[in-house]
């Protein structure tokens, strides 16, 4: 492969593409554009780069030791929430940051917002 994208026919106009990584990879999405097609015609993109993100992943657990699932986790600073998620049947979650710092873990029922 030598690293480009074919897309077409598009019409003309303008558009953005969002790239996101698969299969919950530690990537930030981005976006290329937006970019302008002047008449119609198929677009070829060249290689993107996604930037590594920080995760902060665990395993909620209750006092027996079981999983605990559909726990809302929300990691949040002094002016805004960072990420969230919500834990699995296995009671794992798993939160991308983009930027590091100090931040505070927050646990709610999310069956109960």
Known sequence: MDGTYQLGPLAAGELSIDVAPCDDQPYLPTTIGPLTIATAAE?????TTLTRGTVVSGTVRDGGGSPVPDVCVQLSDDTHVAGSDETGSDGTYG????????FRVQFVDCRDT
């Open 43 to 47: 677009l070829v993109v060249g290689d």
């Open 95 to 102: 939160v991308l940051l983009a930027d590091g710092g100090d």
